[in-house]
């Protein structure tokens, strides 16, 4: 059996970490200075390798890392990846709003 788990950058560093650093599998980042979001995703990815840990015999675990995600946007909030892209492409019509070239997907 397999699992793959898709978490976030966050859980390893925050913003573009420090200079010069190395960041590899055993890389935390500190949990007392995250947001709600990235404690969710450092909190829930710590308890993951803990099951694994226990059941190593059972399952393989891998996690996935995404830095940016790009695609359409559930909602009209301020989201991280969404900013970064501003970042790159410059001012966005409608940001975030149903004019915007990122498309906005209504929950049903």
Known sequence: KKLIYTSSIVTQVKGFGKKGEHITADTWADPES?????????????????????????????????????GPVFGNGNISSMG???EFLGPIPGYLKEDSVFPITKAS
């Open 34 to 70: 995250m947001d709600g979001y990235a404690k969710s995703k450092y909190y829930s990815e710590k308890e993951l390798w803990n099951f694994y840990n226990q059941n190593k015999d059972k399952i393989d675990v891998v996690t996935v890392l995404p830095a940016v995600v790009v």
């Open 84 to 86: 970064i892209m501003k």
